[in-house]
């Protein structure tokens, strides 16, 4: 099956700089990598999705990237904000017609926005 | 809109009881996934149910089971209980299955076994 290795567990900036979050993922048909922010006491929140057919992805502070070769993607987070702090997973699947369908997680980020 | 609704928000049970923990979807949302998260391994998938159907099972063993019923609403029961089982237990709901459909990531429910 599909194994999600997420780089770093912690991470620590300061207010104003850049955090990059790497994943690489194990099964080379997997083609839709979304990442999502998780605040303390609540569920997990998309924040951008990527699929296989493109390279780079924007959306305002947030990027992700994706290396389809290196089965690698990451997550770029510019101008970095204290309510930016949180848990950020990535997660990966193949498609399967909806059917069979999961998303394999890493393990999460816990990013540190300090003031 | 309202959101995800899981209840209860927090449970603990002893070692052999059995748990019973409720989803209730976005309305109109017709697919529900249930993962567990732990320090240790992370977000896990363990099933997922349309229209009433389990449509994929993660590698959990067969005391975890779910259910969903007519109006999408979702359970998931886990009996004989487990120190292990600890765990924050997340419902996720989408309009359908499939990665064309975001899923929306409930609150969870912290469950302890003691």
């Known amino acids: 099956g599909e194994n999600v290795e997420q780089h770093p567990s912690t991470l620590s900036v300061q207010e104003g700089d850049s955090a990059v979050i790497k994943c690489t993922y194990s099964?080379?048909?997997?083609?839709?990598f979304p990442w999502y922010k998780q605040e303390l006491g609540k569920g997990p929140q998309l924040i951008i999705d990527?699929?296989?057919?493109?390279g780079e992805k924007k959306d305002q502070r947030i990027a992700v990237t994706l290396n389809k070769t290196a089965k690698h993607f990451s997550l770029h987070i510019t101008e970095t904000q204290p309510e930016d702090s949180a848990v950020y997973f990535c997660?990966?699947?193949?498609?399967?017609?909806?059917?069979?369908?999961?998303?394999?997680f890493g393990k999460g980020t816990l990013l540190t926005v300090n003031p | 809109k309202a959101g995800v609704t899981q209840t209860p928000r927090y449970l603990i049970k002893t070692r052999g009881q059995q748990v019973t923990l409720s989803c209730s979807p976005i309305?109109?949302?017709?697919?529900v996934s249930w993962y567990q998260q732990t320090p240790g391994q992370g977000l896990q998938f363990l099933f997922e149910?349309?229209?009433?159907?389990?449509?994929n099972k993660g590698n959990f063993p067969g005391r975890f089971s779910g259910r969903q019923f007519s109006n999408s609403r979702s359970e998931m029961n886990v009996s004989t209980l487990e120190l292990g089982d600890s765990a924050l237990y997340l419902c996720?709901?989408?309009?359908?299955?499939?990665?064309?459909?975001?899923?929306?990531f409930g609150p969870g429910t912290r469950l302890t076994v003691l």
């Open positions: 996720a709901s989408s309009p359908f299955p499939g990665q064309d459909s975001e899923q929306f």
């Open positions: 099964d080379s048909a997997s083609n839709y």
């Open positions: 990527i699929r296989s057919n493109v």
């Open positions: 997660a990966a699947s193949r498609n399967s017609g909806g059917s069979n369908y999961k998303l394999t």
């Open positions: 309305s109109g949302h017709r697919s």
């Open positions: 149910y349309f229209s009433e159907t389990q449509r």
